[in-house]
């Protein structure tokens, strides 16, 4: 039975196998799983870790972008669109703009088989 596999070898790619366990001294196990026991203090340290890296870096980072987009003249494509307003950009039947805050969203065209943005500031 040399395909048979132990639950010891199933968890020895967990994420806890990839914590810094450097700086301190992990003796205990938890006796369920052959992982280390965290503490509470352990357990809040790596749950901010992960916190941090899923918090966006600035909160405007989306808006910085359009303007960018409107200055330098760019097409952006529908998903480009999206992922920087948060919604589909959608036109309304004989129209050809979509606005969502400071910025209105021009059909410019195709971008493949999505639709090309032109981005301009509205004051």
């Known amino acids: 039975m040399d395909d048979f596999k132990s639950p010891k070898t199933e968890l020895v790619n967990s994420p806890l196998d990839r914590l810094d366990t450097s700086s301190r001294q992990v003796d205990r196990l938890d006796t369920t799983t052959g992982?280390?026991?965290?503490?509470?203090?352990?357990?809040?340290?790596?749950?901010?870790?992960?916190?941090?890296?899923?918090?966006?870096a600035e909160p405007l980072q989306h808006l910085k972008q359009l303007?960018?987009?409107?200055?330098?003249?760019?097409?952006?494509?529908?998903?480009?669109?999206?992922?920087?307003?948060?919604?589909?950009?959608r036109v309304k039947k004989g129209e050809q703009q979509f606005t969502r805050g400071s910025f209105s969203f021009v059909i410019s065209g195709k971008i493949?088989?999505?639709?090309?943005?032109?981005?301009?500031?509205?004051?």
């Open 67 to 89: 303007e960018l987009a409107a200055t330098s003249g760019w097409l952006l494509s529908s998903s480009e669109v999206e992922g920087l307003v948060g919604c589909k950009p």
């Open 112 to 123: 493949g088989n999505q639709s090309a943005w032109k981005v301009v500031r509205v004051n």
């Open 35 to 56: 992982q280390p026991d965290l503490a509470l203090g352990e357990v809040v340290q790596l749950v901010e870790a992960i916190a941090r890296h899923l918090r966006p």
